[in-house]
Each structure stands twice: as C-alpha cells, then as structure tokens.
C-alpha cells in the first residue's frame, strides 16, 4: 500500500483554540501499511506540508507545517494550533485538509470533517442547569423539560450526523438546535 496522511482535530479551551494533529504513525507491515517510513515516505521526505481549514461561513486558515514534519521524530505530531478571528470558534462543520509533496513531487491528500458545537452544548447544559429553579417556577416545568430534552437529542443527533460525514444533515440539526437555544437565550456565545 502507499502512504496515506492521518491527522486529527480537537478544540481546547472552549473552542478558543483549534488543534491538528498528524496522527499517520509508522509504517508497519501488518498494522499500518499506510505510515511514515520505508517502503513508504519519511519525514525527511517532505517537501512541503500545508494545513488549510474551511469554516463553516467559507473562511479558510492556512498554515504551512513543513518544517515541523520534515523535523518530526516521533509520532504523532502536533502540527499546529489555530485560534479563531473571534473570541471562540463558531459551532459547524469544519473541512481540513493536509496536502504533502515529497522530494519526488508526489502529493498525498487527506480530508477530515470535525464538528465545533461548543456553543450549542452550552445552551443544552444550562437549559438542563436550570431545571431545579424551573420546578418551583411559575412556567411550564414540563414544557421546559421537554424542551432540555429535544435539545439534547438534538445536540446528540447533530454529532452523530457529523461523524457518519452527513455534513447536510448535520447543518440542518445545528440550524434547528440553534432556533432552540436562541429562543432559549442561555447567553452562551461569548
């Protein structure tokens, strides 16, 4: 088989930053055919490595980390923490890309989907948060619950339909949970 990239995201900090993460791993006949090293390519093979990340609004992060994995001598690799324009990144489904050339002008391509909803699991928590007040309140107790829990299986369907890499769906389900926390106003998006 041929090298294939492998990478990972995760946010930190409440969504305030962005991690990526070359995850490929050595190459190893039985267990990962597709990793760095011989008879696939090294590190030191890399020409050029470049992380792009599409938001969700179509704004697009670039970052070159050649020199990171060209240096790499373990696996994995942090190849770079990207901060958002504002104060967090906005809930959606981000593409990021991770394009390597090697000395010998091959490329080698790979494409992740990850879904920030770090604002909207906000407004689920407190909607929850809020259920003993609501009990002696003089709203609906029922109502409330019963809108706490469409909005958790909202949140829990939005991250199913991101993992399976139904980003349409998942838009949608994003969309509708938050009509649902603005009406809410949990006041979770700073």
Not at 27 to 46: R, S
Not at 165 to 171: F, L, Q, R, Y
Request: proline share 4%.
């Amino acid at each position: 088989m041929a090298f294939i990239p492998k990478i990972t995201a995760c946010t930190l900090n409440c969504c305030q930053l962005l991690k990526v993460r070359d995850v490929t791993m050595a190459y190893d006949v039985v267990l990962n055919a597709t990793g760095w090293g011989n008879p696939n390519i090294e590190h030191t093979d890399v020409a050029s490595a470049i992380l792009t990340v599409e938001l969700p609004n179509g704004t697009i992060l670039t970052e070159d980390v050649t020199a990171i994995i060209s240096a790499a001598q373990t696996d994995p690799v942090d190849l770079h923490i990207f901060s958002p324009t504002g104060t967090i990144f906005p809930d959606g489904i981000y593409n990021i890309a991770y394009v390597i050339i090697d000395n010998n002008g091959d490329t080698y391509t790979t494409n992740i989907y990850t879904a920030i909803d770090c604002t909207v699991a906000c407004c689920v928590d407190k909607m929850f948060a809020q259920l003993p007040n609501k009990m002696c309140d003089t709203c609906n107790y029922t109502e409330f619950l019963n809108n706490a829990l469409q909005a958790e299986a909202l949140l829990r369907a939005y991250r199913c339909a991101s993992s399976c890499g139904d980003t349409t769906k998942a838009n949608g389900i994003l969309e509708a949970l938050q009509t649902i926390c603005n009406w809410a106003d949990c006041n979770c998006s700073s």
